[in-house]
């Protein structure tokens, strides 16, 4: 099922949170939802599911969510992991979920299972801890088996195995045609769940792409080599790729961008110059979403408020 989410709007008084923000999120891939601090995702994902008033539209496959007859089977959300009544049981919050969507008993007890939460199907919700609260949320949000997963910081609380199992768990989602959304501020993490990355900052989209295209767009992606004659082949590299490709990184190593290691081995070569390492370097996912979303920070480090 594809979400498109088109002029996406909303304000707190004079504050801008959502700025006419539109974008896709296609079935059978994971696409992470990223940004800084403040930047609009969790109120985007209420918007998106019409929680918050506010202008624009989204349609799940091509109509809003109330023509659908069964929104629970469209789209499954978790934006809080302690939105549950206190005082009613994990097992009893489930069972009332399934009866609204239509949804056997039988499938309670199996996400029950598959979500780890058997000790704690009879306790209140009131006295989880946050990992078992994402537990029962994620429970929640995937109880009649939806198209959509929309899931809003889903692995905070949770011990390295559970997020390692969240990962395969909703790539595996995905791979069976549904649409998945996720956002989180773990992104050595997103960086191998998410195939596609929706970024924004200030409310406003700053890339919609795979993760290897706004990877390989980073600037700090170069090409690393060392030499005995580093002075010489400094000047070999500057004379044929610029002075602006060219970095001294230590004693005996260059910092080369925009150039693949065949082209920089190349310049090498035809100089006569020894190579002791030629390494191609690869910005993470994690540098290039610093990188991009620089100017919509609201601090610097060693500074004040921006």
Known sequence: MIVTASNLHKTYGRTVAVDDLSFQVRP???TGFLGPNGSGKSTTLRLMLSLDSGRGVTLWDGKPLNLHAQAPKVVGAHLDAKFFHPSRSARAHLRMLAAASRTSRARVEEVISL?????VAKKKPKGFSLGMGQRLGLAT???AEPEVLLLDEPANGLDPQSIHWLRDYLKYYASQGRTVLVSSHLLSEMEVMADHVVVIARGRLLADESVEDLVNRSTTNDVLIRSPRVDELAAALTEELGPDAVRLESPDALAVSDA????????????GLPVAELTKRTASLEQAFLELTESGQDFRIGGGVA
């Open 260 to 271: 693949s290691t065949d082209r920089v081995g190349d310049i090498a070569f035809r100089h």
């Open 141 to 143: 949000a995937i109880l």
């Open 28 to 30: 059978g891939q994971v």
């Open 115 to 119: 979500m780890g939460l058997e000790s």
